[in-house]
């Protein structure tokens, strides 16, 4: 066999054994998502009717950002249990054994929380607002906002598997570019400060970066579909990208989170990987790009080595 083909066979084999290492946590991972899509979205039409949905600006600016906030808080309050209860069920989903910040240096942690959160109110409560009332304004979003057109379970379904490809294509050129040594210096570096990384860092970025590396590459999509895009989609999107990214920064790898169903689908050791060793994985929700242009090669031979010795992914 050619060594191409070779390492394309071994591709496949280690996306066989991610999938079926998840057993019947399949189970689950679909039932969450069949709930989500096709009877939670009726009940949440309900709500969308009560909002002030004429309204663009509200709409894109204000409700985004309180979705965004509310399902941030939501998600870290969930991992902050499990950092400090360490319930031996969620542990046995930890992706390394290695102790959290806050163990090995409380006093120095203390500061680092106090910045994080700082960086965290800047990003989600000025940064975010601010930008989505330029999409809102200046760039004239031209997102359908009307009742008539909501979009159903199955259309929802199609819409956000798409922003997730759009957004993963981006955030990959786009954190490739910020791990070029100019970009990584000014920028990027603030977010690799996290070595274990937790749920909060997932939006502990430079403004800059939160622009154009989490923001742009999550707005492209629905841009990409101007009026065919509708602002319910857009609101559940937002809902979905904030769960993912604090789940892919959590430390933990649990088989049924509904966001690692896609094929070649990344998660957090993927990312946990990125954190710890900072070499290549650059992919947010997927892992093709990063098999396609070689960057998870360091990655794949830590994990060919280290899976027979560690029931933990990273160590
Ligand atoms: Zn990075
Ligand atoms: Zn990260």
């Given at each position: 066999m050619s060594k191409k083909l070779q390492s394309l066979f071994s591709v496949f084999q280690s996306e066989a054994s991610r999938l079926s290492s998840k057993g019947m946590s399949m189970l689950p991972a679909l039932v969450t998502l069949y709930t989500f899509f096709f009877i939670l979205t009726p009940l949440l039409h309900e709500i969308y009717e009560q909002?002030?949905?004429?309204n663009m600006v509200l709409m894109y600016a204000g409700v985004s950002t309180l979705i965004s906030a509310t399902c941030f808080i939501a998600a870290n309050l969930f991992f902050f249990v499990l950092y400090i209860k360490k319930i031996p069920y969620f542990e046995?989903?930890?992706?390394?054994?290695a102790p959290w910040p806050w163990e090995t240096d409380p006093e120095g942690y203390k500061l680092k929380l106090r910045g994080t959160l700082r960086t965290l109110l800047l990003n989600h409560l000025i940064i975010l607002p601010g930008i989505s009332y330029i999409g809102a304004t200046v760039l004239k979003n031209e997102m359908n906002l009307m009742?008539?057109?909501?979009?159903s379970g199955k259309d929802l379904l199609y819409n956000i598997l798409f922003f997730m490809i759009v957004e993963d294509f981006m955030f990959y050129w786009g954190h490739r570019l910020f791990h070029t040594p100019w970009m990584y210096k000014r920028f990027h570096k603030q977010h690799h400060?996290?070595?274990?990384?937790?749920?909060?860092?997932?939006?502990?970025?430079?403004p800059v970066e939160f622009i154009l590396g989490n923001l742009l590459p999550s707005a492209l999509g629905p841009m990409m579909l101007g009026?065919?895009?509708?602002m319910f989609a857009w609101f559940v999107w937002v809902g979905i990208r904030t769960f993912e990214t604090v789940d892919g920064h959590s430390g933990y790898d649990f088989?049924?989170?509904?966001?690692?169903?896609?094929?070649f689908s990344a998660g957090a050791a993927y990312h946990g990987y990125h954190h710890s060793h900072?070499?290549?994985?650059?992919?947010s929700f997927l892992t093709y790009l990063d098999t396609l242009f070689g960057t998870n090669r360091s990655y794949c031979i830590y994990r060919a080595k280290n899976d027979s010795l560690s029931n933990k992914l990273l160590r």
């Open positions: 909002l002030p949905y004429q046995n989903y930890r992706i390394s054994d009742l008539e057109g909501l979009p400060e996290y070595k274990i990384s937790i749920g909060l860092a997932s939006s502990y970025a430079h009026p065919n895009c509708h088989p049924w989170s509904p966001f690692r169903l896609l094929p900072n070499i290549g994985n650059y992919g």
